[in-house]
């Protein structure tokens, strides 16, 4: 632990150069170029401690899997996604910054400051046991902000031969890891009606964006937060003219559940709603495009926390651990009974946002957490 420690913390200037290095670099989903050079400078970073970079390419950039050269299969699977939610131009308008305590950028903290700690984790027990590095695999994906709809199968396939997977999302702003996350459904309901001129002869139309609005009023009553389930029409759209009876509409809605079961249950009632016909002549069809199972913590999952835990200890941090309505990778190696952490990367806040930060003090310290954490499991 102490020597973990002690090399760490000499390493924070050159862990900010890197973060710098990574922040100023524009990836949001799907920008392929910027994505690509974050996943060179990471390949790199890690072949110098002895790292094999393997290249799954994809419409949004190259997915990348490091590994020990002639390891054949996983044991611990470090998890990180390269893209982040901010457009192109992004970096230009609000570059790294450090002011305080803190660092400032896109992606600061969700999640390139995580990738980083993945490297520099590494690199500490590299200095200290680097027999133990074959442990060990790293998966970066390019394409978690929406749902990471090309690397799904490339996640699941390496987290089912893994030990145990440890997502580098952000920590919470008190530090907790996060054990249990929310999962999530996305629907597209397109509804088609009949135009007619709103003056003239309005009778003769049946308007979609009529039968939209009965509709949103009931699946927001499906709002449950004592169960934990949230329903959100999040865009509408509809009709062509002020003076035309609509003759089509569509809204796109969020659904978000604890259990399956739940999952199941809003379901059935976000098609019964569909069902109904308010406005008579109109036709509703509700398509589902997008599923992320819940991460439930389990048993296997709460013997990984402990071993955090004591790692944590160890380190003079008391962990917590929370659930959270936001979905991540961590999602889907939970899904398949793995044991899985989530919130392992350095504290930050304001994710999403242009105020999104790094706590700079939980920088090196949650990467000892990451390292110690790693030596444990694969020594029990």
Excluded: W
Aim: hydrophobic share 40%.
């Amino acid at each position: 632990m102490e020597g973990i420690t002690l090399y760490l913390n000499k390493q924070l200037d050159q862990m900010l150069l890197l973060l710098e290095k990574l922040v100023n670099i524009d990836s949001g989903t799907g920008f392929v170029e910027g994505i690509n050079r974050i996943g060179g400078i990471l390949a790199n970073e890690l072949y110098q401690i002895g790292f094999e970079s393997e290249i799954y390419p994809s419409p949004n950039g190259n997915n990348l899997v490091m590994k020990k050269k002639g390891k054949c299969s996983a044991s611990v699977l470090l998890l990180g996604h390269i893209d982040t939610v901010f457009p192109v131009g992004t970096v230009g308008k609000r570059p790294f910054k450090i002011q305080g305590n803190r660092a400032y950028g896109p992606g600061v903290a969700d999640m390139k400051s995580g990738l980083v700690s993945i490297v520099y984790a590494l690199r500490a027990i590299y200095a200290l046991k680097p027999e133990m590095l074959s442990n060990f695999t790293i998966l970066l994906n390019v394409d978690e902000e929406i749902g990471s709809p090309t690397s799904r199968s490339l996640i699941e396939s390496i987290a089912k031969i893994s030990k145990a997977v440890f997502v580098l999302e952000p920590a919470r702003p008190n530090g907790a890891l996060v054990i249990a996350r929310k999962g999530a459904a996305r629907y597209v309901l397109k509804i088609k009606g009949k135009a007619a001129h709103a003056g003239v002869d309005p009778e003769a139309g049946r308007s979609a964006v009529e039968e939209l609005a009965h509709k949103i009023i009931r699946f927001h009553k499906l709002n449950n937060h004592a169960n934990d389930i949230t329903v959100n029409v999040g865009t509408i759209m509809g009709g062509v003219a002020a003076n035309i009876v609509a003759d089509f509409a569509k809204a796109e809605i969020d659904v978000r559940f604890r259990t399956n079961d739940e999952y199941l249950k809003a379901k059935e009632e976000l098609n019964s709603i569909v069902r109904e016909m308010h406005v008579f002549g109109t036709q509703s069809e509700l398509c589902e495009i997008f599923y992320r199972p819940p991460m439930v913590c389990n048993q296997v999952s709460e013997g990984l926390l402990e071993i955090a835990r004591q790692a944590g200890l160890e380190l003079g941090l008391e962990l917590k651990a929370t659930f959270t309505g936001g979905f991540s990778d961590g999602n889907l190696t939970a899904a398949l009974g793995v044991p899985t952490i989530d919130g392992m990367g350095p504290v930050g806040g304001g994710f999403h946002s242009d105020t999104e930060y790094l706590d700079i003090d939980t920088f090196t310290e949650r990467t000892a957490l990451l390292a110690l954490t790693l030596l444990k499991i694969t020594t029990d």
